[in-house]
């Protein structure tokens, strides 16, 4: 009798990202202004968490165990765009949201014939506050 049991285990990938951004000032008034920026990221996989495939049932004999887990690129390149929204609250002190999309430019896998080239994107939300010295 045949036995087929799939798993999804937790994987843990961990990456630097170094981003290389341009803006322009679209519109400045007295106290706020609105910007938009783009520019490229560039990320490195720095340390990855794979677990070890495993099987337990004492009434059956293994006979084999396949790792289909897609291989990750080590390095991966990105363009993001923003559209950034500063408010100044003293002379030095601004705060900021800046809702932004970024889309990646290569595959976040190595090539394989079984491995789509995906390339996924994201849209988010970043705040700061800002200190002019």
Not at 28 to 39: L, P, R, V
Not at 65 to 92: A, H, W
Not at 97 to 106: G, H, Q, S, V
Request: proline share 6%; no cysteine.
């Amino acid at each position: 009798m045949e036995h087929i049991n799939t798993q999804s285990p937790l994987f843990y990938y961990s990456y630097i990202n170094l981003p290389i951004k341009f803006g322009y000032k679209l519109k400045q008034f007295k106290h706020f202004s609105i910007a938009m920026e783009t520019g490229i990221i560039f990320s490195k996989l720095v340390e990855s968490k794979i677990p070890e495939a495993s099987f337990y049932m004492p009434e059956s004999t293994l006979i084999k165990i396949d790792d289909n887990t897609p291989v990750r690129r080590d390095f991966n390149y990105q363009v993001v765009v923003g559209l950034k929204f500063n408010y100044k609250l003293f002379k030095s002190v601004s705060i900021s949201a800046e809702p932004e999309f970024t889309k990646y430019l290569n595959s976040i896998y190595k090539s394989s014939p079984d491995i789509s080239s995906t390339k996924p994107y994201s849209m988010g939300l970043r705040f700061g506050i800002y200190y002019d010295f």
